[in-house]
C-alpha cells in the first residue's frame, strides 16, 4: 500500500462545486457576519436534522461553550469522561464544575442509573454525549432532569442527521451541539451548529456568538466571537448535495467491518438498535485480550506497521487530565476506564473500500486465538 490509510479522510465535493458556489463573494464581498450561505445553510440543515433552529457556529466546540452560557447555569454539570476534549472543557471555560458519570458497557454513552446518586443542591445539568453516534437513554435521561429540574445538553458532535424513534435527535434535550468539522460525517471545513426549540435561546446565542451585540448601540451580553463565514458555509451547501451518496458509503464500509469482525471472538462491536437511523461515523472496537490473544495497543501497532493508523478514541479519560491536576478519581468510572484501555476506532470515509476493510480486518484477525 503506498499511501497511509488514516483513521478518517474529509469528504469534498467537486471543485468546479466549490468554486460556483463561492463564485458571488467575489461579486458582493460579503465574507462572513451572518451572511447569504449562511443563513442558507441553516435553513437547508434546520430541515435535514428536522429541528427548529439551528445556529451555525466556527466550530463545534464553540457551539457547546455558547449554549452553556445562554442557558446561565452555574454549579455542577453531570457528564461523561468518555469523550473528546471538547465536552470537559465547554464545561470549565463555562465556570461550571464536571462531575463525572460512569458509562454503559455495551454502548459507552452515559449510564443513566448512576446519575442520580451525583445530583446534589448545586446540579443544574446533564451533558451527555451520543459518542460514536451511539445514541444516549434519552428517555429516562429526561425523566431524571424533569424530576430534579436540571437541563439537558447533548453534546451531538458524533451524531449528524441520525434519527431516533422517527425524530432528528438534536429535538431530544433542552438544546444539542454538532461538530461539522473536517474528520465529520458532514464538513464545513472547521464548523458547528447549536440546536433549539426555543427561538428565545436561538435568538440570545445569535448575539452571544456576535460579541453579544444587539443592535449598533447596544452590546447585551459578554459575548465572543463564533460565527461561521461565508467559506465554511458554502462548503457545507456543496456538501449537502452529497450527504445522502456519502452515507452510503459508509454504511457499506462500515457492514463490511460488522460481517468480518463480528463472530470474533475477544472483539466487541457497538450494539445496533432498530429504532436508529445511523450516520456511520465511527468504527470503534474493544479488545478483550484473554479472549483475543492480543491487546488493543499491539492491534494498533501491528496497523501502523502496515500503514494503517487506527485511533484511540477515546484515551485518556477527561477526568485524568493533566489540566486538572488529580482533582478527579479515575477509579469511579471504572467502565470508562476499562473502555478507554481497550478501544480502537478503525479507519472509516466515504472512500474507504471494501479491499481496505478487507485488508484491516485480516490484520486484525490474525491476532486471534
Ligand atoms: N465533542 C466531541 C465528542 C468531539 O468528538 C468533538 C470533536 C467535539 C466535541 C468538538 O467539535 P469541533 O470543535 O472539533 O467541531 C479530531 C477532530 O479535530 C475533532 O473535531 C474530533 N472531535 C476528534 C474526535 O477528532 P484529532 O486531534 O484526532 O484530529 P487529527 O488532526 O489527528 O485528525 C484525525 C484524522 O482526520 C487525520 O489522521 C486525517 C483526518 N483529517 C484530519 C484533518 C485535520 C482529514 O482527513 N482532514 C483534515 O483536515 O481530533
Redesign the pocket.
Known amino acids: 500500500m503506498s499511501e497511509k490509510i488514516?483513521?478518517?479522510?474529509?469528504s469534498m465535493p467537486p471543485i468546479e462545486e466549490y468554486f460556483d458556489e463561492i463564485r458571488e463573494l467575489w461579486d458582493s464581498h460579503w465574507l462572513t457576519n451572518m451572511g447569504v450561505k449562511h443563513r442558507e445553510l441553516e435553513s437547508i440543515l434546520s430541515e435535514y436534522l428536522g429541528v427548529e433552529y439551528v445556529s451555525l457556529m466556527t466550530?463545534?466546540?464553540?457551539a457547546?461553550e455558547n449554549i452553556l452560557q445562554a442557558m446561565d447555569l452555574s454549579g455542577e454539570v453531570i457528564t461523561t469522561p468518555f469523550?473528546?476534549a471538547?465536552?470537559t472543557n465547554a464545561i470549565v471555560r463555562n465556570g461550571l464544575k464536571p462531575v463525572f458519570c460512569d458509562i454503559k458497557e455495551d454502548d459507552y454513552t452515559i449510564d443513566p442509573d448512576k446519575i442520580e446518586a451525583l445530583i446534589t443542591d448545586k446540579t443544574c445539568a446533564i451533558l451527555p454525549?451520543h459518542?460514536y453516534g451511539n445514541i444516549c437513554d434519552t428517555e429516562k435521561i429526561q425523566r431524571i432532569a424533569d424530576k430534579y429540574g436540571l437541563k439537558v445538553i447533548y453534546?451531538a458532535?458524533?451524531a449528524f442527521g441520525e434519527r431516533y424513534m422517527g425524530k432528528g435527535i438534536g429535538t431530544y434535550g433542552d438544546a444539542s451541539?454538532f461538530?461539522?468539522?473536517?474528520?465529520?460525517v458532514f464538513n464545513t471545513i472547521?464548523?458547528?451548529a447549536a440546536v433549539f426549540k426555543s427561538k428565545e435561546l436561538y435568538d440570545k446565542i445569535a448575539e452571544l456568538k456576535n460579541f453579544g451585540i444587539c443592535s449598533q448601540d447596544c452590546v447585551k451580553y459578554v459575548g465572543g466571537n463564533a460565527k461561521m463565514n461565508e467559506f465554511q458555509a458554502a462548503m457545507g451547501i456543496c456538501n449537502m448535495r452529497h450527504i445522502d451518496e456519502e452515507l452510503e458509503k459508509r454504511r457499506m464500509a462500515v457492514e463490511r467491518y460488522r460481517e468480518r469482525l463480528g463472530n470474533a471472538d475477544g472483539i466487541k462491536l457497538s450494539p445496533v438498535r432498530e429504532d436508529v437511523v445511523y450516520n456511520y461515523a465511527y468504527f470503534p472496537v474493544v479488545f478483550d485480550k484473554k479472549k483475543f490473544g492480543a491487546d488493543r495497543d499491539e492491534i494498533a501497532d501491528r496497523l501502523a506497521r502496515n500503514d494503517i493508523?487506527a485511533?484511540k478514541?477515546f484515551y485518556p479519560l477527561t477526568n485524568s487530565f493533566e489540566s486538572f491536576h488529580g482533582e478527579y478519581d479515575v477509579s469511579l468510572t471504572p467502565i470508562a476506564a476499562d473502555i478507554s484501555n481497550n478501544v480502537l476506532t478503525l479507519p472509516l470515509?466515504a472512500d474507504l473500500t471494501v479491499d481496505v476493510v478487507d485488508k484491516i480486518c485480516n490484520l486484525i484477525l490474525e491476532s486471534e486465538c
Do not use: C, P
Open positions: 488514516l483513521v478518517t479522510r474529509s466550530n463545534g466546540h464553540l457547546l469523550t473528546f471538547s465536552t454525549v459518542v453534546d458532535a458524533h451541539m461538530s461539522f468539522h473536517a474528520t465529520k472547521e464548523g458547528g493508523i485511533r478514541y470515509y
